[in-house]
């Protein structure tokens, strides 16, 4: 059974920190590409942050310079640190994993979390 399961999300305040975790299992969690969405009410869901296997990043224009994702492969858990947090950064965070999982090594399988949530107060 794949499951990424997050913690960390909550209320802080403008200019405020939150860091996401996201512990992953029935992944092959090396082989996967991580990474972090985000779905603010009335809007679509938009990337934040990827993180492939090696260590390669990107992220959204939205939140460079400001947000850092990182993994530890080691804890099949990827993070997010989120600095200087803007009311527009409010929303649901999910996590996803693309790649082979411990049932299949072959193919590329997509799973999500279940979210959670980032309030920002002004």
């Known amino acids: 059974q794949v499951q990424l399961v997050e913690s960390g999300g909550g209320l802080a305040q403008a200019g405020g920190s939150l860091t996401l975790s996201c512990a992953a299992s029935?992944?092959?969690?090396?082989?996967?590409?991580m990474a972090w969405y985000r779905q603010a009410p009335g809007k679509q869901r938009e990337r934040v942050a990827s993180?492939?296997?090696?260590?390669?990043?990107n992220y959204a224009d939205s939140v460079k310079g400001r947000f850092t994702i990182s993994r530890d492969n080691a804890k099949n858990t990827v993070y997010l640190r989120m600095n200087s947090l803007k009311p527009e950064d409010t929303g649901i965070y999910y996590c996803?994993?693309?790649?082979?999982?411990?049932?299949?090594?072959?193919?590329?399988?997509?799973?999500w979390g279940q979210g959670t949530q980032v309030t920002v107060s002004s």
């Open positions: 029935g992944i092959i969690f090396s082989g996967n590409v």
């Open positions: 996803n994993s693309v790649g082979p999982t411990a049932y299949d090594s072959v193919r590329s399988y997509s799973y």
């Open positions: 993180i492939a296997g090696s260590g390669g990043t």
